[in-house]
């Protein structure tokens, strides 16, 4: 697996672009659980719309050689290693960092609001997360049990050890060979998976190939990929689905409050730069070449802006990026159309005490969601460490497939589905049913995830990851919906710009990339 969570949809949330006018707005909303209060802060975007204000745009004075549209982890590492250009990032929230997003308590203890968690990086990514200067991986490891299932009113702790594949029927041992085979044979390449030269899993879809282990094997997958990859098993490309889950078997990687430590990490080093780089609330409604360059246009504090460079990068969303770009081509946009988002929203229950400490990701099948990761499990090691003061924190991952009908993410309906869930997850913590009253932030997500479909890296990606002009795309569409892929694809882009700029002499702070 790579990491939870990425993407963004037309007319709907983007990681720096689309305006967000929220139709409902965040709100309090208030539901009775039996005889005590649940109480529900929904937070961000119901849907979004562009709100352009009237007039004609104002022109910047600097041209810059590269505008890169979108602040999340792509657009941040390209910023990053455009950093000594005339660069600029345009983020149209107020904090950067996209889809690695947290909060943190009044205690200051961090919590995911977005993804969760990353796999070791290989190849090309490992060099990549070196030269960031990310902390070193023995740093971040998750401390074990990582995995546990809640099945048939048990819980069976570390999946995918012994001890637990002794409780779990047979067909969980050889899908798990099963699995390790494929990737002894090569055919489970890293990133860029698109270069590979053998895709034959990227014909068919992941519910084909793991047919033979059994409907207990897919129940359990089925939750899995809805959470990671946005969608059942038989919706997704088989390749995807196990080059996430490889990473399932092993050790994974977070800071505390997921992968937004991360996030964190390349907007400090680049402030530290150069704070001028990263510009917030900045909304991007069009892109278009101008034959020497490019115009980006924006609004910024109410007031319309456009910007020229010599090249863009578009690191949001296809259905954005297709939307904002002039002269997108008809043949691409026709793919980026049938490309499928999925909603999200991932709920923080604060709790007087840490009443689970068994495990970091608890499973789910066949519930109204899909997984529960105890928030505080990072800071206290496990809990081998006892926490600080404040709340025990549950965050419970709700996807929202295209199949569940869901149709809008208003504060009502979120607090509802926020309800049935921890009702659900108090099967496995009965002691939630004991405090007297819960709060619970709501964290919405809309069309968050893109659903890779069989063909994806063979058919549909070389076809979506050319330039348009002097514009250049990155972001995790252009593969799989991970922060591996989000890190690889901004480094790609500024590297081809890097190349085509080389003219001019570069001022470098670390050694060259190696070639």
Known sequence: MMNRLFAIPLLLLAAGCASTTTKSGGATVVRRWDDRTVTFNVLGVESASVDVPPGEPERDAETFDVIVVGGGMSGLTASWYLRDRRVVCLERKDEAGGLAFRGFTPEGIAYGRGSAYYSKPRKHVERIYRELGMAPLEETAIPEPI????????????????????????????????LLKVDEDGLVPEQPIDEAKELALDRMTAAEW????????????????????????????????????????????????????????????????????????????????????????????????????????????????????????????????????????????FTKRDHFTDSYDTWFANRSFTDVIVARWIETDGFEKKPSSGPGILSVYQPLAPHRGVKRLDPDTVADLGLAAIREVSEMVPELRQEPSLSVESYRWPASIHIVPPGYFSEWVPKLKDPVGRIYFAGNNLGTPSFEEALYRGWKAADELRRLLSHAPVRRAEPALAR
């Open 147 to 178: 995995d546990s299932y809640w099945t048939n009113g048990r819980l069976v702790e570390h999946v995918w050890e012994e001890e637990g594949l002794k409780q779990l029927p047979e067909g969980f041992r050889r899908f798990k060979a099963a």
């Open 210 to 349: 793991i047919k033979p282990y059994g409907p207990e094997v897919k129940d359990f997958l089925d939750s899995y990929c809805q959470s990671a990859l946005g969608g059942k098993t038989d919706e997704l490309n088989a390749l995807a689905f196990c080059n996430f889950y490889l990473a399932e078997i092993e050790t994974r990687y977070a800071w505390p409050g997921g992968t937004a430590g991360g996030s964190a990490h390349m907007i400090g080093i680049l402030n530290k730069h150069n704070p001028a780089i990263l510009r917030t609330g900045a909304t991007v409604t069009r892109v278009r070449n101008t034959g020497a360059g490019v115009d980006v246009e924006y609004v910024h504090r109410g007031r319309r802006r456009v910007a020229s460079a010599k090249y863009a990068i578009v690191t949001v969303p296809l259905r954005v990026a297709a939307w904002i770009v002039d002269g997108y081509p008809e043949e691409r946009r026709r793919l980026v159309d049938r490309l499928t988002y999925a909603d999200y929203v991932v709920h923080a229950v």
